[in-house]
């Protein structure tokens, strides 16, 4: 890396430094704004817009469903204009859908805001990754891991201390606050951006062929299933119904609900550093590890059903959600197994398809649950405005997460195993002897 001078003498590399650093702000207030609408403000949002369950999932699922789709071009647009450039622009997106959200007065509105949060949200990651690649190619795996763990605490953030502050100022002045916040760190990366020397845009054009390539993968076609599908549980508890649930069923007060919010997020970042190291441990195992988080999804989703069954209190619901939260932990293996099973020149694409298929499932999934809710909400109560949901509407999405459970593990024991070689090249040949064969 250049550490040419500037004219004021500050060198490039300190300048490049305070680049992915602000762009990092940007990251951090894109967790938390994925994980906490409308799960931790979802009482607040339906009493704001007189809204019903499905209205109300649906300002997470429309974000959702932009920033699945997102992903196949972040990735894309990183390659070809640069990290920075993306970031330039998506961030922008990300601000002035954060400067929206708490001002809008009605549903439409909101909305508009979540798209253009989605828009420029779905950009940020894989142009960061693309980043680190560029300033820190040495450091790549250690500089990256730091980010992600900085991302994972603005998704903390979106649990308990915003539960908190919601009670002592209104969702709209805490999300207020939060655009406030993303705007001086989106200014600090344009200026840093005005400072340094980026790389030109590279001359070849888009092509969607690396997808083709993905699904024409029949490994690749159920890794996505286990992994992409399979994802979607854990951020239905966490974003959408997990607060909600405690605080219906178990009238546990919102500090405490928003705490169990946080600590899923705590429980799914220490599973990823655990599977990771584990699937090292023992010889790079990937499928015994990704089935095993799925089995936890699985056993959380059973458990719910239970508790709701016997009328259980706050604490196995608790350990229900902690259990899907430990499903989350397999992104390390799902991320390897996709490199392994692709042609090394379009691992990028295939990690782009695994997020679009996971947070095209988390919107998809999202979607159902509100409208389960609203079907077997009879028996529901409304108390200070606020819609008190039966059991009925939350055994519905726990019935969902268990299907969705079952049919993940199903695809995941169908994958084969590679202890961490890439085996598409062997597949290829051996597709080729049988062609041979029946010739």
Same mark, same amino acid.
């Given at each position: 890396?250049?550490?040419?001078?500037?004219?004021?003498?500050?060198?490039?590399?300190k300048?490049?430094?305070?680049?992915?650093?602000?762009?990092?702000?940007?990251?951090?207030?894109v967790?938390?704004?994925?994980?906490s609408?409308p799960?931790?403000i979802f009482n607040?949002?339906?009493?704001?817009f007189?809204a019903?369950? @499905?209205?109300v999932?649906?300002?997470?699922?429309?974000?959702?469903?932009?920033?699945?789709?997102?992903q196949?071009?972040a990735?894309l !647009?990183?390659?070809?204009?640069?990290?920075?450039?993306?970031?330039?622009?998506g961030g922008?997106? #990300?601000?002035?859908?954060s400067?929206?959200? %708490?001002?809008c007065?009605?549903?439409g509105?909101?909305?508009?805001?979540?798209?253009?949060?989605?828009?420029?949200?779905g950009?940020?990651?894989?142009?960061?990754?693309?980043e680190?690649?560029?300033l820190?190619?040495? /450091?790549f795996?250690?500089?990256?891991?730091t980010?992600?763990?900085?991302?994972?605490?603005?998704s903390i953030?979106?649990?308990? %201390?915003?539960? *908190?502050?919601?009670e002592?100022?209104?969702?709209?002045? !805490?999300f207020?606050?939060?655009?406030v916040?993303t705007?001086?760190?989106?200014? @600090? #990366?344009?200026?840093?951006?005005?400072?340094? /020397?980026?790389?030109?845009i590279?001359?070849?054009k888009l092509?969607l062929?690396?997808?083709?390539?993905?699904?024409?993968s029949?490994n690749?076609?159920?890794?996505?299933?286990?992994?992409?599908v399979?994802?979607?549980?854990?951020?239905?508890?966490? !974003?959408?119904?997990?607060k *909600?649930?405690?605080?219906?069923?178990?009238?546990?007060?919102?500090?405490?609900a928003?705490?169990c919010?946080?600590?899923?997020?705590?429980?799914a970042g220490?599973m990823?550093?655990l599977?990771? !190291?584990?699937?090292? /441990?023992?010889?790079?195992?990937r *499928?015994?590890?990704?089935v095993?988080?799925?089995?936890s999804?699985?056993?959380?989703?059973?458990?719910?059903?239970?508790?709701?069954r016997?009328?259980a209190?706050?604490w196995?619901f608790?350990?229900?959600m902690?259990?899907?939260a430990?499903?989350?932990?397999?992104?390390?293996?799902?991320?390897?197994?996709?490199?392994e099973?692709m042609?090394?020149?379009?691992?990028?694409?295939?990690?782009?398809?695994?997020?679009?298929v996971?947070?095209?499932?988390?919107?998809?999934?999202?979607n159902l @649950?509100?409208v389960?809710m609203?079907?077997?909400?009879?028996? /529901?109560?409304v108390k200070?405005s606020i819609?008190?949901?039966p059991a009925?509407?939350?055994?519905?999405?726990?019935?969902?997460?268990?299907?969705?459970?079952?049919?993940?593990?199903?695809a995941?024991?169908?994958? %084969?195993?590679?202890?961490?070689?890439?085996?598409y090249?062997?597949?290829?040949?051996?597709r080729?002897?049988?062609r041979?064969? *029946?010739l």
């Amino acid at each position: 890396m250049s550490v040419t001078l500037l004219e004021n003498n500050r060198p490039q590399s300190k300048l490049n430094l305070w680049l992915l650093s602000s762009a990092v702000v940007v990251y951090f207030f894109v967790n938390f704004q994925r994980s906490s609408i409308p799960g931790t403000i979802f009482n607040e949002l339906q009493s704001s817009f007189d809204a019903t369950a @499905a209205q109300v999932t649906n300002i997470s699922a429309v974000f959702m469903y932009v920033y699945a789709f997102t992903q196949l071009v972040a990735g894309l !647009a990183s390659d070809k204009f640069g990290g920075v450039r993306t970031i330039f622009w998506g961030g922008l997106l #990300f601000s002035i859908g954060s400067l929206l959200f %708490p001002i809008c007065n009605n549903l439409g509105l909101l909305l508009l805001g979540r798209v253009l949060v989605g828009l420029g949200a779905g950009t940020i990651y894989l142009a960061i990754v693309k980043e680190v690649d560029r300033l820190y190619p040495g /450091k790549f795996t250690s500089v990256l891991g730091t980010i992600i763990l900085l991302g994972y605490a603005g998704s903390i953030f979106g649990g308990l %201390p915003l539960s *908190k502050t919601v009670e002592v100022i209104s969702w709209r002045w !805490a999300f207020a606050i939060v655009a406030v916040l993303t705007l001086i760190g989106y200014l @600090a #990366f344009v200026y840093c951006k005005s400072q340094v /020397k980026i790389p030109p845009i590279r001359r070849e054009k888009l092509s969607l062929l690396p997808f083709a390539v993905v699904m024409r993968s029949a490994n690749c076609r159920w890794l996505l299933i286990a992994g992409g599908v399979g994802y979607s549980v854990y951020y239905l508890m966490l !974003a959408v119904m997990g607060k *909600k649930l405690l605080e219906d069923i178990c009238s546990t007060s919102p500090t405490v609900a928003g705490g169990c919010v946080s600590l899923m997020v705590i429980v799914a970042g220490g599973m990823n550093f655990l599977v990771g !190291a584990l699937s090292a /441990k023992f010889g790079n195992l990937r *499928k015994p590890f990704l089935v095993a988080t799925l089995a936890s999804c699985l056993l959380g989703s059973v458990l719910g059903l239970i508790g709701l069954r016997l009328q259980a209190g706050s604490w196995l619901f608790i350990i229900c959600m902690q259990l899907i939260a430990v499903s989350a932990g397999f992104s390390p293996v799902t991320n390897s197994l996709m490199r392994e099973y692709m042609p090394p020149q379009y691992t990028g694409s295939g990690a782009s398809a695994l997020n679009f298929v996971a947070y095209l499932s988390v919107a998809i999934c999202g979607n159902l @649950a509100g409208v389960l809710m609203d079907a077997f909400s009879a028996g /529901k109560v409304v108390k200070d405005s606020i819609v008190i949901y039966p059991a009925g509407s939350y055994a519905a999405v726990f019935i969902l997460a268990l299907l969705i459970s079952i049919l993940a593990i199903a695809a995941a024991l169908i994958l %084969p195993e590679t202890r961490g070689e890439n085996i598409y090249r062997l597949e290829r040949n051996q597709r080729r002897k049988k062609r041979l064969r *029946k010739l």
